[in-house]
T-cell receptor, first 112, second 113 residues
Framework: AQTVTQSQPEMSVQEAETVTLSCTYD???????LFWYKQPPSRQMILVIR??????QNATENRFSVNFQKAAKSFSLKISDSQLGDAAMYFC?????????FGAGTRLTVKP | DTGVSQNPRHKITKRGQNVTFRCDPI?????LYWYRQTLGQGPEFLTY????????KSRLLSDRFSAERPKGSFSTLEIQRTEQGDSAMYLC???????????FGPGTRLTVT
């Protein structure tokens, strides 16, 4: 079974600065996909970024980038130039053959 | 907007009653998923469909839970004889291909009193 661990229940960042959210996972599969989702308060889950495990190059999506370390089973999310709208719960997830497992989430606060 | 929709958004029911939720996925997506999310936790997988076939069910899905996806379009999730422990947000998601990102609906928040 796959497991996902997000060791930071809460994080805060000053507006315009950079923050990194941690995620580690465990899977016995060699082919899988990794995701970061954002869930603003009382709003639906939104995909932030996606990484295929077979790709060595780290995914980037505008201000969001990941540091994917396959051997260490680590998948951290870096948010650059943080904005007030980035405040939300962030969930890391690993998906293999439709068995999508999520971490418990990290609540990100952005200070103006 | 042709995203994933769910109805109702909120449901309050008394213990022992049956409830049914509906999910309408993105039209070209053939995979549909149900999750349960409790406060402070990430979504937990319940079941998924490929077209009309229910291909996997979590151990979390007790005999009181049943899901259908007739004709491979919308899906329903029914909970019979609700218990207070069933109180949660029930999320639906859809995707086009295996392994691709899943698009989530707004969820149905169930409160069992």
């Amino acid at each position: 079974a796959q497991t996902v661990t997000q060791s930071q229940p809460e994080m805060s960042v000053q507006e315009a600065e950079t923050v990194t959210l941690s995620c580690t996972y465990d899977t016995s599969e060699s082919d899988y996909y990794l995701f970061w989702y954002k869930q603003p308060p009382s709003r639906q889950m939104i995909l932030v970024i996606r990484q295929e495990a077979y790709k060595q190059q780290n995914a980037t999506e505008n201000r969001f980038s990941v540091n994917f370390q396959k051997a260490a089973k680590s998948f951290s999310l870096k948010i650059s130039d943080s904005q007030l709208g980035d405040a939300a719960m962030y969930f890391c997830a690993v998906n293999n053959n439709n068995d999508m497992r999520f971490g418990a989430g990290t609540r990100l606060t952005v200070k103006p | 907007d042709t995203g994933v929709s769910q109805n109702p958004r909120h449901k309050i029911t008394k213990r022992g009653q049956n409830v049914t939720f509906r999910c309408d996925p993105i039209s070209e997506h053939n995979r549909l998923y149900w999750y349960r999310q409790t406060l402070g936790q990430g979504p937990e997988f319940l079941t998924y469909f490929q077209n009309e076939a229910q291909l996997e069910k979590s151990r979390l899905l007790s005999d009181r839970f049943s899901a259908e996806r007739p004709k491979g379009s919308f899906s329903t999730l029914e909970i019979q004889r609700t218990e207070q422990g069933d109180s949660a947000m029930y999320l639906c998601a859809s995707s086009q291909f295996q392994g691709y990102e899943q698009y989530f609906g707004p969820g149905t928040r169930l409160t069992v009193t």
